[in-house]
């Protein structure tokens, strides 16, 4: 339940003024961002009694705290919307991500002299032009292969030097300006077919590649010929999409379905009386539905080309969004919602699309859900927790009891928490003794949580410990000792059983349950982020040694470590191999054998 006290009164004093809210939960973070034509009506809607949807009820239920921005028009309200979004990625608004993360775009600078071609995903407004977004029918990779094999456009880095000719320009796949085998002219004229094709308007990239498919053939180069073969495949496929009997203008088809729960968007680009490949994006937006399709929209745009035309599924703020368009794309502007005839089929198409995205995002929100919050549940049913939402984990590493380091690794709701995990350098211990090394970690970290340092402050709810009975019950004591009273657990490796401390006897799950699955995944991932510790740490001290000879750097040092893997080999070989170590030279492998081994005999050449 919201938090009354604090946002009641604020609700009274808000302005009947456009603006922003920005909603935040207890730990301020802010957790919803949106736009209203009046403030006063638009807030207070979210904190009445009636009846929500159940994205909008889970968010209000997360809302301690409210802050807004008075702006003079709607469309203001929109450019900030979209501006704090952008800036925040809050959790209950819209993220331009697709269906298989974040989406995927072709970035040409056509400022540049000689401009590159590169997939991006992460879109800047730095006056670049940018391509896409991609789905699965024609991946931007994909996509960019094959305006290699049509045009020649460079994909080497931004910054061009000049250079010899790379393997690009020998296979054919580019015009490689660096070496000044193409005029300025030529290549601008290489880069406008490309941008043409992206957009739809050049068909002659099919019949160039039918060429290239056909020479590589009858050279017997058919691995080339098959690769070919699939460019023109996908081309064909974007061919199909061609709008038959009527001229449609350049135009872009938005169409937003909720099931009242999820959400999605799917946009589908129509270029050239083509129907270029839709994205679809599902998100569990906490607005309503016209207002979560435009910030999509704004935020779309923000590294798309804006048309002349934009259609829509629902009801926008249409006059708001058409102001902010027209900024952006520098002329006017239409946004409708179309009634019937082929621009209504079109809108159609793209609901179907935005409907198959939020069932198959349902279907992988479900099984996420059952391998972490559901495995939490399996997990307190089993063991009998009251819960088991925070699980701790910790492990020793050292190599014969050599710079001994431990690991504390952190699980919320079944999910990586990265930010709570924690190193530990072992200071009392000596020699080979994991248990007292366990008993110092757990000891620290609870002595940090008395004193009530912020950082250690949250308790788990259980601790897991890597071991069986002897490691546990030593672990457990030292817990009690420091006056706690947290379930654990020890998780054995080579029968996978759960050793508690309420029975003698271990609790056998079974192989493919989610609750072992669960503390397998902690486990490992203790193990895995102890072991990194260890190996960063004994690598500084190898490398101090190494590097505290005259004449070997951090590089020689690298070279030398990578050749032999410790200080030990190191110092068993005779000056003969060092010279011969690639990266060495005589005076370095003189000053390393007499390091370990004192100066070395007259006579023997290398002096």
Same mark, same amino acid.
């Given at each position: 339940m919201f938090n009354r006290d604090k946002v009641e009164p604020k609700i009274k004093d808000l302005p009947e003024k456009p603006g922003v809210y920005i909603m935040k939960d207890a730990r301020g973070n802010i957790i919803y961002v949106g736009k209203a034509v009046i403030l006063k009506r638009r807030v207070t809607q979210y904190f009445r009694s009636s009846p929500k949807p159940v994205k909008v009820q889970a968010m209000v239920d997360n809302v301690d705290d409210f802050e807004y921005v008075v702006t003079l028009t709607e469309a203001d309200a929109l450019v900030l919307e979209s501006t704090l979004i952008k800036k925040h990625m809050p959790r209950y608004n819209i993220l331009?991500?697709?269906?298989?993360?974040?989406?995927?775009?072709?970035?040409?600078?056509?400022?540049?002299?000689?401009?590159?071609?590169?997939?991006?995903?992460?879109?800047?407004?730095?006056?670049?032009?940018?391509?896409?977004?991609?789905?699965?029918?024609?991946?931007?990779?994909?996509?960019?292969?094959?305006?290699?094999?049509?045009?020649?456009?460079?994909?080497?880095?931004?910054?061009?030097?000049?250079?010899?000719?790379?393997?690009?320009?020998?296979?054919?796949?580019?015009?490689?300006?660096?070496?000044?085998?193409v005029t300025q002219?030529?290549?601008?004229?290489?880069?406008?077919?490309?941008?043409?094709?992206?957009?739809?308007?050049?068909?002659?990239?099919?019949?160039?590649?039918?060429?290239?498919?056909?020479?590589?053939?009858?050279?017997?180069?058919?691995?080339?010929?098959?690769?070919?073969?699939?460019?023109?495949?996908?081309?064909?496929?974007?061919?199909?999409?061609?709008?038959?009997?009527?001229?449609? !203008?350049?135009?872009?088809?938005?169409?937003?379905?909720?099931?009242?729960?999820?959400s999605a968007v799917s946009v589908m680009p129509v270029r050239g009386n083509k129907?270029?490949?839709?994205?679809? +994006?599902?998100?569990?937006?906490?607005?309503?539905?016209?207002?979560?399709?435009?910030?999509?929209?704004?935020?779309?745009?923000?590294?798309?080309?804006?048309?002349?035309?934009?259609?829509?599924?629902?009801?926008?703020?249409?006059?708001?969004?058409?102001?902010?368009?027209?900024?952006?794309?520098?002329?006017?502007?239409?946004?409708r919602q179309p009634q019937r005839g082929m621009r209504r089929d079109l809108i159609r198409t793209a609901e179907e699309n935005a409907r198959e995205c939020m069932e198959k995002t349902a279907d992988e929100q479900l099984r996420e859900r059952e391998r972490t919050f559901g495995a939490c549940d399996m997990l307190c049913d089993r063991l009998k927790l009251v819960s088991a939402r925070r699980i701790e984990c910790y492990d020793i590493s050292h190599i014969s009891g050599t710079d001994k380091v431990a690991s504390g690794v952190c699980f919320i709701n079944g999910a990586k928490a990265a930010s709570e995990y924690r190193r530990y350098r072992i200071?009392?211990?000596?020699?080979?003794?994991?248990?007292?090394?366990?008993? !110092?970690?757990?000891?620290?970290?609870?002595?940090?949580?008395?004193?009530?340092?912020?950082?250690?402050?949250?308790?788990?709810?259980?601790?897991?410990?890597?071991?069986?009975k002897g490691q546990l019950h030593a672990a457990y004591a030292v817990m009690k000792e420091a006056g706690?009273?947290?379930?654990?657990?020890?998780?054995?490796?080579? !029968?996978?059983?759960? +050793?508690?401390?309420?029975?003698?006897?271990?609790?056998?799950?079974?192989?493919?349950?989610?609750?072992?699955?669960?503390?397998?995944?902690?486990?490992?991932?203790?193990?895995?982020?102890?072991?990194?510790?260890?190996?960063?740490?004994?690598?500084?001290?190898?490398?101090?040694?190494?590097?505290?000879?005259?004449?070997?750097?951090?590089?020689?040092?690298?070279?030398?470590?990578r050749a032999y893997g410790s200080v030990d080999r190191i110092r068993s070989l005779p000056l003969e191999a060092l010279e011969t170590t690639a990266g060495m030279t005589k005076p370095s492998a003189l000053a390393v054998y007499e390091h370990f081994h004192g100066k070395a005999e007259e006579g023997n050449g290398n002096v």
């Open positions: 331009l991500k697709d269906d298989k993360g974040q989406a995927a775009y072709i970035r040409m600078d056509l400022r540049d002299k000689f401009p590159n071609m590169e997939v991006t995903r992460h879109p800047g407004r730095d006056g670049a032009k940018y391509y896409g977004p991609f789905s699965a029918a024609m991946t931007a990779k994909n996509m960019v292969s094959v305006i290699k094999s049509v045009y020649g456009v460079r994909t080497c880095p931004r910054a061009m030097r000049v250079r010899r000719e790379c393997l690009d320009w020998h296979i054919g796949l580019c015009l490689a300006p660096c070496t000044g085998a002219a030529d290549y601008a004229k290489a880069v406008r077919g490309a941008a043409d094709f992206l957009e739809g308007r050049d068909n002659t990239a099919e019949k160039i590649l039918e060429e290239k498919m056909a020479a590589a053939a009858e050279a017997e180069d058919f691995e080339r010929a098959i690769k070919y073969r699939g460019f023109i495949a996908g081309i064909k496929l974007m061919n199909e999409r061609t709008l038959a009997d009527l001229e449609v !203008e350049d135009s872009d088809y938005f169409a937003y379905v909720t099931d009242g729960i999820r129907l270029l490949p839709a994205g679809s +994006f599902p998100f569990a937006d906490a607005g309503e539905d016209g207002e979560a399709l435009a910030s999509f929209i704004m935020q779309y745009y923000e590294n798309n080309t804006v048309p002349l035309c934009v259609f829509v599924n629902v009801p926008v703020a249409a006059d708001a969004l058409e102001e902010c368009l027209c900024n952006i794309r520098g002329g006017p502007v239409h946004v200071k009392t211990v000596e020699g080979n003794d994991d248990f007292h090394c366990m008993a !110092e970690v757990l000891r620290r970290r609870l002595a940090r949580a008395k004193s009530g340092d912020v950082r250690f402050a949250e308790l788990p709810d259980l601790i897991v410990i890597d071991g069986g706690f009273h947290i379930p654990m657990v020890g998780l054995a490796k080579r !029968e996978e059983e759960i +050793f508690t401390t309420t029975s003698p006897d271990p609790v056998l799950l079974s192989r493919d349950s989610a609750a072992l699955r669960l503390l397998q995944r902690v486990r490992d991932e203790a193990h895995r982020f102890a072991i990194t510790y260890h190996r960063k740490s004994r690598m500084k001290h190898i490398n101090t040694e190494l590097v505290s000879i005259p004449g070997i750097g951090e590089k020689k040092s690298r070279l030398l470590l």
